[in-house]
């Protein structure tokens, strides 16, 4: 069974904090990539990454940055938590091709909270 | 920007009515078209993908897509209450170093009883 494994379903930090959000794949994907979704405003990309050590900017990428250090693990980080990144975050993977792209696979999402 | 464009909903239809949901996108070089299904508090599934013009069918599932006018539609037949959940349309975008996805916002669809 294929797998995007988030490191935490619910997390609560506080503001200003420095925060980890961690994701692995077991699908040998190329792509992987970071959103976050809040009511109404739909899946926003955060980054995104098509191989090791390649990061590219999504829509929001503004407060966060992202570590792809291997194939499988793809890092989001926030440098200093505020109380308007509370968000349901979701990290997603892919194969990198025409047909393929787009056939994401995601992970159980991770419900932040910073207050 | 490339834009998937999703009507916002609810879109409310009778348990064993045909649902049908819309999709319009902006980058007439798209090839590829997804359409995913999300239940309250859950991740994204897959459920449906196409690339050619016409219908794909699947279970109670079509997938519609016509590329001259850039549409893509599901049709959902004898429409369950468990069918209720927000169905996102996706096109696979060139971004310069890798094709994906982009996202409508998504139709919540509302099956009642």
């Known amino acids: 069974d294929v797998k995007v494994t988030q490191s935490s379903r619910y997390l609560v930090k506080r503001t200003g904090e420095k925060v980890f959000l961690e994701c692995v794949q077991d699908m040998d994907h190329e792509n992987m990539f970071w959103y976050r979704q809040d009511p109404g405003l739909g899946l926003r990309l955060i980054y995104f990454?098509?191989?090791?050590?390649?990061?590219e900017k999504g829509d929001i990428p503004e407060g966060y940055s992202v570590s792809r250090e291997k194939k499988e693990r793809f890092s989001l980080i926030l440098e200093s938590a505020s109380t308007n990144q509370t968000s349901m975050y979701l990290c997603?993977?892919?194969?990198?091709?025409?047909?393929?792209?787009?056939?994401?696979?995601f992970g159980q999402g991770t419900r932040l909270t910073v207050v | 920007q490339k834009e998937v464009e999703q009507n916002s909903g609810p879109l409310s239809v009778p348990e064993g009515a045909i649902a049908s949901l819309n999709c319009t996108y902006s980058?007439?070089?798209?090839?590829?078209f997804f359409w995913y299904r999300q239940y309250s508090g859950k991740s994204p599934e897959l459920i449906m993908s196409?690339?050619?013009?016409g219908d794909k069918e699947d279970g109670r599932f079509t997938a519609q897509l016509n590329k001259a006018s850039q549409y893509v539609s599901l049709l959902i037949r004898d429409s369950q209450p468990s069918d209720s959940a927000t169905y996102l349309c996706?096109?696979?975008?060139?971004?310069?170093?890798?094709?994906?996805?982009?996202f409508g916002r998504g139709t919540s669809l509302i099956v009642h009883p």
């Open positions: 996706a096109v696979n975008i060139w971004t310069g170093g890798s094709y994906i996805p982009t």
């Open positions: 980058d007439r070089g798209s090839q590829s």
């Open positions: 196409i690339y050619s013009n």
């Open positions: 997603a993977s892919s194969l990198p091709g025409e047909l393929t792209g787009g056939l994401a696979f």
């Open positions: 990454s098509y191989d090791v050590k390649m990061k």
